[in-house]
Nanobody, 113 residues
Framework: QVQLVESGGGLVQAGGSLRLSCAAS????????MGWYRQAPGKQRELVAA???????NYADSVKGRFTIARGPAKNTVYLQMNSLKPEDTAEYYC?????????WGKGTLVNH
């Protein structure tokens, strides 16, 4: 089992910055991919950014150039640096971790304007 705990959400003004953190505990050594999703009110959950254990990253088009994802040295943490925030970035942000056949979710952290 893997447990994910997010932190760093909050209230931010347009153009501001926030850094989200996610810490994984439990059976983490086989995690192949960690990332962030978000869900705005009335909308479907969408991928924001993801990072693989091999160093690859991918981003939603809407956040490219503004958000940066990074995994910590021990590979059990993942960060999302969010700059130039826009009102449309308001959402609940969820940490996700995957390994073969399994996907894990945190409880979410709210980013609000």
């Amino acid at each position: 089992q893997v447990q994910l705990v997010e932190s760093g959400g909050g209230l931010v003004q347009a153009g501001g910055s926030l850094r989200l953190s996610c810490a994984a505990s439990g059976t983490i050594f086989t995690l192949s991919r960690m990332g962030w999703y978000r869900q705005a009110p009335g909308k479907q959950r969408e991928l924001v950014a993801a990072a693989t254990s091999g160093g690859g990253t991918n981003y939603a088009d809407s956040v490219k150039g503004r958000f940066t994802i990074a995994r910590g040295p021990a590979k059990n943490t993942v960060y999302l640096q969010m700059n130039s925030l826009k009102p449309e970035d308001t959402a609940e942000y969820y940490c996700n971790a995957e390994r073969v056949g399994m996907s894990y979710w945190g409880k979410g952290t709210l980013v609000n304007h």
